[in-house]
């Protein structure tokens, strides 16, 4: 039985996660940018390092996920994406204090 796909997954995996670390991080700076208040403007401040964070922690993890493939080693990691949820959720609370 062979285990490891030898197509791109892994790569696209890795440009999924960029595209939605740098998502989080613009929409993050656009807040910032935008904040009419000081608690929008720290609450905007930690999505955009909570973002860059993530970004740095998924560049770290592809490369050991790409080594853990042949082996049969799972790739996923619940705890980006967790991080990933807060950071959204966060922003959602940052868009809740600009409409207020």
């Given amino acids: 039985m ?3 796909d030898p197509g791109a997954q892994p790569e696209r995996t890795a440009l999924a996660w960029s595209r939605t670390t740098l998502a989080l991080i613009g929409a993050g700076l656009l807040c910032v940018r935008l904040a009419p208040s ?3 403007t720290v609450l905007a401040a930690a ?3 909570g973002g860059a964070a993530l970004m740095l922690r998924r560049t770290r993890r592809s490369f050991h996920a790409r080594r853990a493939l042949p082996s049969g080693a799972g790739a996923a990691d619940p ?4 991080i990933t949820t807060g950071l959204a959720m966060l922003l959602a609370g940052v868009a809740a204090v600009l409409a207020f």
Avoid: D, W, Y
């Avoid at 705890?79 to 967790?82: E, H, Q, R, T």
């Fill in 38 to 40: 000081a608690p929008g």
């Fill in 2 to 4: 062979k285990l490891r």
């Fill in 47 to 49: 999505v955009v390092c």
């Fill in 79 to 82: 705890v980006s994406i967790m």
